[in-house]
């Protein structure tokens, strides 16, 4: 029986798991959650975020705690690397990705010049006038989270010098390197690859992304590892 992977499609979240689910060689059947009405999967996630995934019958929520079970079930190749050095750097950076690079995505999501792309990604179940009312409110509701948060009370200028900061970090690094840690792909590279996925999706992101050759060449890697 395939795992069912409950998700949104544009969740970063979820690419780290179908991410990390093609590199194990695992199938796996998809449910996408429509946005509205909230709720209707609580018997799934109680918490209501996704990805969560039924592995026949147990389910998992959330990407990190998948992950560490996808190694348990198919352990190659592993993703949360055995030398405990290699270990903390690369939850490390996936917690960096998961919980700061996230919120680059929100924020800059919600800018004007983004939103109309984001309203796309994250309808694109929907048609018609509940798309075009829903769609009206989504880029302000993004913005009040990412408000609440912090990084969306920050200028579109300084945002985007933060960005190109953590940019240059991750260029530097992979300089004369296939991977984010060690000698072979893991959790790191997967999770910080999603979140500069979503980024791609922005004018600013994807311009910073372009301009620094070992991230870019980077991405490519783990795209032909992992789509
Ligand atoms: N730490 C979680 C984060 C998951 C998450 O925040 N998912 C978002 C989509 S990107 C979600 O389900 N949001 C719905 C909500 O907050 O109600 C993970 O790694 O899976």
């Given amino acids: 029986m395939k795992p069912v992977l409950y998700q949104y499609w544009i969740s970063p979240y979820c690419d780290k798991v179908r991410r990390a689910m093609t590199l194990k060689g ?9 946005v509205l009405p909230p709720g209707k999967f609580k018997h799934i996630s109680p918490t209501g975020k ?27 190749p592993r993703l949360i690397p055995a030398d405990p ?27 004007p010049q ?19 009312i829903m769609g009206r409110f989504i880029p302000g509701a993004l913005a009040k989270v990412a408000k609440t948060q912090g990084l969306g009370r920050k200028s579109e200028t300084q945002v985007t010098a ?28 997967i999770a910080v690859r999603a979140m500069v996925f979503v980024l791609d999706r922005t004018i ?21 590892a992992t789509l």
């Fill in 204 to 224: 600013e992101g994807k311009a910073l992304h372009d301009a620094r050759p070992a991230l870019a060449a980077w991405a490519d890697r783990v795209d032909a």
């Fill in 50 to 76: 996704f990805p969560a995934v039924d592995f026949g019958g147990t389910i998992i929520v959330d990407s990190t705690d998948i992950i560490r079970h996808l190694d348990k079930i198919a352990p190659e």
């Fill in 162 to 189: 933060e960005l190109a900061r953590h940019y240059d970090g991750l260029d530097a690094k992979l300089t004369g390197r296939n991977w984010l840690v060690g000698d072979s792909i893991s959790i790191a590279d």
């Fill in 26 to 34: 695992i199938a796996w059947d998809i449910v996408e959650i429509p």
């Fill in 85 to 111: 050095r290699d270990r903390a750097d690369a939850l490390i950076l996936e917690d960096w990705a998961d919980e700061s690079l996230y919120f680059f995505d929100l924020t800059m999501r919600s800018w």
């Fill in 114 to 132: 983004n939103a109309a792309s984001f309203v796309d990604d994250l309808l694109h179940m929907e048609t018609g006038l509940k798309k075009s």
